[in-house]
C-alpha cells in the first residue's frame, strides 16, 4: 500500500481544477489514465500539482487504467493549455480534452498503425537464408541495405508478413523507428525581388520568436514565400505548421504542398477527416515523423517537438476564430506558440485584420510587402462602381452589368456572378400585408430553397413547407425578397438562354465530389457563368476569369456591427482576386446605391492600406477593438428573463470591483432567439487587457455560483475577444 503515490488528473468536465487518485508507482505528468468520476469511467490525463491535504487519504480512489501506448504528452502541449484556460477562462481540463483528438479523449488504448520499419538484428544479418528459399532470400537481401517499410517488402514477396514475425520471434529481425527520408525541393517559379526579400527577412529570423505580417494581394506570391521558408526550415531538420481556413485547405493546396516536399511526410488534418485518420496525423506530426503539419484551426494545438515555423495564411479569416465551447483565436494561440518555441510566424493575407494591422504599428509585427501580382502576364483587375440609382433593373442586373457579360459570352471567356448573402437571402415575404417568412425557433428568417420547394432556417436547421398564400392574409401572390442564388441563375438563363449556366452554393457543393466536379467542369471550359456567393471568394483558382460582377454588397456597409465593413472590405477584394488571375486582364463590377462611399472607393483604387488607416482611426475614435479590449458574457435559457435576471445579478454583485472595467447591457443578443432560446449578453470593455482578464478573474467564481443558483434551463459562456456579437 505504502509505494502508493497520489497524482492530479485533469477531466474532461466544465470544473475548475484538478482531481487527486492514487498511482501504483510515479508517473509522469501527460500520462493519460482512466479513472471512475462520479460512478464512470473516464479519460483523465495527469498534471503536476499536489493533493489538497484536506483529503481524506482513505477515499481517495486508484486510477482504474494507465495507458502507456504512447509516450505522456508533451510540456509544451500542457504549457499551451495553461495559458489557454487562463485567458479564454476555461476550465483547463475541458481545453485540454478539446485540443486532443477525439481518439485520445475516451478511456481506451489509442489504436495506431505501427510506423516503424523493419529491419535485420545481428543475428539475422549473420543467418541469410539458403539460396532455394528464394522469397526470403530476397527479403533478407533488401533488408541487408537497411531498414525497410512492410509496404515495401510485401511487394517484395507476399510472405512478407509471415516471415517477417517469425524472424522477430526466432530474434532475427527488429522494429526500428523508420530513417527520415532526405529532403527532396521540386524547382518552383523563381522569386521576383519582394519575394526574394521576405524569404531573406523571415529566415534571418529562424530560431527567435518574431512575427510578420505578409501583406499582399492574391496571386502576389505569397504562397510561394511559405513554400521557400518551409524549405528552409524543413533543410535545417525542423517541422513547420501550416494553418488555413477550412474552405482554403483544398485537395489542390495539399497537392501543390506535396508536389514541392515530395519525399515529406505531410499530416493534413481537416474537419471531416475520420478519428483513426486525425489521431495518426496528430500522433505522426507528436512524434516528429511529419514534417509539414497543414490544417485548420484545431491544428494549432498539435505538438511538434521540432517546431521551426509556423504559418498562418488568411490571417484574417473569421474561421480561425472557433464560436462556441472554447472560444479560442487560432491566430493568436499559434503566435503564443511562436513565442514559447522561440520561432518566426508569418502572417499572410491580402486584408490583414484589423488587430494585426495595429499590431504592425505598434512595432510588434514586422510587414514585409508583396504589391504586385507574381505571375508576370496576370495584372490587378480592373475595378468599377456601377451606380443603379438611376438605372432600371432587369432581374436585379443594370444593363452595363448585363452587357459586359454578354461581351465575355461572345469571346467566349468565364464571368462570375458574386452574391453577398451576408445579411441578405431570398426570405419569402407578401407585399400586400408585409408578411415574412420568420422562423418558429428562432428570430431569424426563413430561406426560400426552390428546388426542395422548402422553407429552411440556416441558423437553426427548422424546415417547412413553402405556403400557397400569405398565411397572414391570403394573398396568393406572395414573392421572394432579395437574390438568392436559384432565383438569379432561372434570371440569367432567361436573359442569355444559350450561356452554361454553373451555380455554386452550400447545397449544389455538399460533398467533394461535387467539388471535383465542379473544378473538372470549370477547367474543361464548360462554363460560360458562375454563380455563387462567398464560398467563391477564396482560395480557390479558376483560371481564366475575366469578369466578375458583384451584387448585394450594400448590405453590409450599414450594419449594427462594427465590423461589417471590414468584413465585407475583405470580402470584395477577394472576389475582385479571383478576376485575371491567369492571362485576361481582369474587370470587376460592383452593383451599388452607394458609388461614393470611401470604402468603394478604397476598394476601386485596391488600396487597403488607406481603408485600414481610415477603419482604425474610425475604432480608437470610437472605442471599438483593437482600441480596446472586450469580453462578452452570453447567457441563454427558455424565457427571456431568466436570462436577464442571472446577467443583471451578475452587474449588481461586480459593480464594486469592477475598476476601469466597463460593462454593457443586459441587451438581446443579435440573433435574440436560437434553436427555442433566449439569448441576452453583457459586454466588457477595457483599454487595459490586464485589468480585463483581471476582472474576469474575479467574475468566475461569482458566474459560477449566480449559475447554480438559477433556473436549470440557465446557460452561460464567456467570449474573450468576440468577433460575433
Ligand atoms: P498567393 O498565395 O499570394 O495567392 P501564389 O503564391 O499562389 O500567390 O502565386 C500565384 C500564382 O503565381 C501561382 O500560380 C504561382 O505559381 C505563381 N507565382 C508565384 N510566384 C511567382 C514568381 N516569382 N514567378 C512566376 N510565377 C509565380
Ligand atoms: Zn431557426
Ligand atoms: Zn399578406
Redesign the pocket.
Known amino acids: 500500500m505504502d509505494t502508493f503515490e497520489t497524482v492530479e488528473v485533469l477531466l474532461d468536465v466544465p470544473l475548475h481544477g484538478t482531481f487527486t487518485y492514487l498511482a501504483p508507482h510515479a508517473l509522469p505528468a501527460g500520462t493519460r489514465v482512466e479513472v471512475d468520476f462520479r460512478g464512470r469511467k473516464q479519460c483523465a490525463v495527469l498534471v503536476g500539482g499536489v493533493a489538497n491535504s484536506a483529503l481524506d487519504p482513505a477515499k481517495i480512489k486508484p486510477l482504474a487504467a494507465v495507458f502507456d501506448e504512447l509516450p505522456p504528452l508533451p510540456a509544451a502541449l500542457l504549457r499551451l493549455i495553461d495559458f489557454v484556460s487562463a485567458y479564454y477562462h476555461y476550465p483547463k481540463g475541458a481545453a485540454l480534452f478539446t485540443a486532443l483528438p477525439t481518439a485520445l479523449r475516451v478511456a481506451q488504448a489509442a489504436r495506431l498503425a505501427d510506423r516503424r520499419a523493419w529491419a535485420l538484428s545481428a543475428a539475422g544479418l549473420a543467418d541469410p537464408p539458403p539460396a532455394r528459399q528464394r522469397a526470403r532470400l530476397a527479403l533478407w537481401q533488401a533488408l541487408q541495405d537497411g531498414p525497410q517499410a512492410m509496404h515495401d517488402l510485401r511487394a517484395l514477396s507476399a510472405q512478407a508478413p509471415k516471415v517477417l514475425s517469425q524472424w522477430l520471434q526466432e530474434g532475427k529481425a527488429e522494429r526500428v523507428e523508420p530513417l527520415c527520408p532526405e529532403l527532396e525541393v521540386a524547382d518552383?517559379?523563381?522569386?521576383?525581388a519582394e519575394?526574394q526579400g521576405a524569404v531573406a527577412a523571415v529566415s534571418d529570423s529562424f530560431g527567435r520568436f518574431q512575427p510578420w505580417l505578409l501583406q499582399?494581394?492574391?496571386?502576389?506570391?505569397?504562397?510561394?514565400?511559405y513554400l521557400h521558408l518551409i524549405a528552409c526550415a524543413l533543410a535545417s531538420g525542423r517541422q513547420v505548421l501550416v494553418l488555413v481556413p477550412e474552405i482554403s485547405l483544398t485537395p489542390q493546396l495539399l497537392q501543390r504542398f506535396a508536389d514541392r516536399f515530395p519525399a515529406t511526410p505531410i499530416a493534413a488534418l481537416h474537419s471531416s477527416l475520420a478519428d483513426g485518420e486525425r489521431l495518426q496525423g496528430w500522433v505522426d506530426a507528436w512524434q516528429g515523423r511529419a514534417g509539414i503539419v497543414i490544417g485548420t484551426r484545431l491544428s494549432v494545438f498539435v505538438p511538434l517537438p521540432r517546431l521551426g515555423l509556423i504559418v498562418v495564411d488568411e490571417e484574417h479569416d473569421g474561421s480561425l476564430k472557433q464560436q462556441d465551447g472554447l472560444r479560442y483565436h487560432a491566430r493568436d494561440l499559434a503566435v503564443w506558440r511562436a513565442h514559447d518555441a522561440a520561432v518566426p510566424i508569418v502572417l499572410?493575407s491580402?486584408t490583414p485584420s484589423l488587430e494585426t494591422v495595429a499590431n504592425v504599428e505598434a512595432g510588434r509585427y514586422r510587414r514585409l510587402l508583396?504589391t504586385t501580382?507574381?505571375?508576370?502576364a496576370?495584372s490587378l483587375p480592373q475595378v468599377r462602381l456601377v451606380d443603379t440609382r438611376l438605372l432600371r433593373l432587369n432581374e436585379g442586373l443594370s444593363e452595363p452589368v448585363i452587357a459586359a457579360l454578354a461581351k465575355r459570352l461572345q469571346k467566349r471567356e468565364m464571368s462570375l456572378v458574386f452574391i453577398n448573402r451576408r445579411g441578405y437571402s431570398p426570405v419569402l415575404a407578401c407585399p400586400q400585408c408585409g408578411w415574412t417568412s420568420g422562423c418558429k425557433r428562432c428570430s431569424s428568417k426563413l430561406v426560400l430553397h426552390l428546388l426542395q420547394r422548402v422553407l429552411r432556417c440556416h441558423h437553426c436547421g427548422w424546415e417547412e413547407g413553402v405556403p400557397r398564400v400569405c398565411p397572414d392574409c391570403g394573398n396568393v401572390d406572395i414573392q421572394p425578397l432579395g437574390e438568392g442564388t436559384q432565383r438569379l441563375e432561372s434570371a440569367i438563363q432567361r436573359l442569355f438562354p444559350e450561356a452554361r449556366v454553373l451555380r455554386i452554393d452550400r447545397d449544389s457543393t455538399r460533398n467533394k465530389d461535387a467539388w471535383d466536379e465542379v473544378y473538372r467542369k470549370v477547367h474543361a471550359g464548360e462554363v460560360d457563368i458562375l454563380i455563387g456567393t462567398q464560398m467563391l471568394a477564396k482560395g480557390h483558382?479558376f483560371g481564366a476569369l475575366s469578369l466578375v460582377v458583384v451584387l448585394g454588397a450594400d448590405g453590409g456597409l450599414y450594419s449594427a456591427d462594427f465590423r461589417a465593413g471590414e468584413r465585407l472590405f475583405s470580402l470584395l477584394m477577394q472576389v475582385a482576386g479571383r478576376a485575371g488571375?491567369a492571362e485576361h486582364r481582369g474587370e470587376v463590377l460592383v452593383q451599388t446605391q452607394w458609388p461614393e462611399h470611401p470604402l468603394y472607393l478604397s476598394l476601386v483604387a485596391q488600396d487597403f492600406d488607406g481603408f485600414a488607416a481610415r477603419e482604425l482611426a474610425a475604432r480608437r475614435e470610437a472605442h471599438f477593438p483593437p482600441a480596446i479590449f472586450q469580453a462578452l458574457l452570453r447567457a441563454d435559457a427558455h424565457e427571456a428573463h431568466e436570462a436577464e435576471a442571472f446577467l443583471g445579478r451578475f452587474k449588481a454583485e461586480a459593480a464594486p470591483w469592477l475598476g476601469e472595467v466597463a460593462l454593457f447591457g443586459p441587451a438581446p443578443a443579435t440573433m435574440a432567439r436560437l434553436a427555442g432560446r433566449e439569448r441576452m449578453q453583457l459586454v466588457f470593455e477595457c483599454a487595459d487587457r490586464r485589468a480585463l482578464h483581471r476582472c474576469l478573474n474575479q467574475a468566475l467564481p461569482l458566474l459560477e455560483r449566480l449559475g447554480r443558483q438559477a433556473g436549470r434551463s440557465l446557460r452561460w459562456s464567456l467570449d474573450v475577444d468576440p468577433t460575433e456579437m
Request: glycine share 20%; aromatic share 0%.
Open positions: 518552383g517559379p523563381q522569386l521576383n519575394q499582399g494581394v492574391t496571386g502576389s506570391g505569397k504562397t510561394e514565400v499572410g491580402a508583396l501580382r507574381a505571375h508576370a496576370a483558382d488571375r
